[in-house]
């Protein structure tokens, strides 16, 4: 029997490094989170005595005390609502517009246009936009909340789909004209359907900013029953501020449902940033 010489690859030291620096950032941007996990089971005591150990005994009751103390059925449920809203709202118009942009006018400057809405922070323009909303009515309601997450994702969200769209045969445009169908047929039987990666992205990452928002949800709103899950953690760090272990379960208890999301649509994710990316 002939054996055949083993062939040993050479240690690349670049690839080390380009590992290596992922897994420190992989740490460093979970760590946060665990570490948040691991104080919401301790008691004040504990997390003042041993802030970084494993609780000794996990006290449950942190969650159940925030349930009740943060009222969180009422918060969780204008979260989802908000978030909701906006994502459909976001999704639909988004998709409508990549479609124009991409197979109708197929306009890059337009694309470029809305592009613009991505490189000025909301920051910027919060004083006319308060006012406005002011003026017209929707401060602090659920309207202005909703109305403000659309405006705020609606440019990113096209941004990401125009190059997907315009990544799409032509062709399949065409086929289906022969086959009888109008515009809107075609762009809900035919674009719709080949865009659903593009499409989660989009819902996904508008789901995460609405989500995670605290900066247009304190300027919009403030009535008790209106707030979200953000307010009511921003709120507890004055009236709670020494019971981190009621802060840490209440930001656990935000932060699991976004968790849920990513790990549900992961795959559609990176598909449609991929697929975007090289289309466009």
Partial sequence: MIRRPVMHKKLNPFRILRYAVLVFMTFITLYPLFWIGLCSLKSSEEIYGSPFGIPRQPEWENYAEAWQVADIPVHLLNSILYAAAAVTVVVILS???AY???KVWKNRGLYHYYSLGIMIPINAIIIPFILIFRRVGILNTRV????????????FSIFILVPFMMGLPDELEDAARIDGCNRLQTFLKIMLPLSKAGLATVGTFVLINCWNDLFLSLLIISRQNLITLNQVCYNMRSQYAADYGLITATVMI????VIICYAMFQKQI???MTAGSIKG
């Fill in 144 to 155: 202005g909340v909703i109305l403000a997450f659309i405006v705020t994702n609606l440019a």
């Fill in 100 to 102: 124009i942009i991409a």
């Fill in 270 to 272: 990176v598909k449609g």
């Fill in 95 to 97: 998709a409508m517009s």
């Fill in 254 to 257: 935000m932060v699991i449902p």
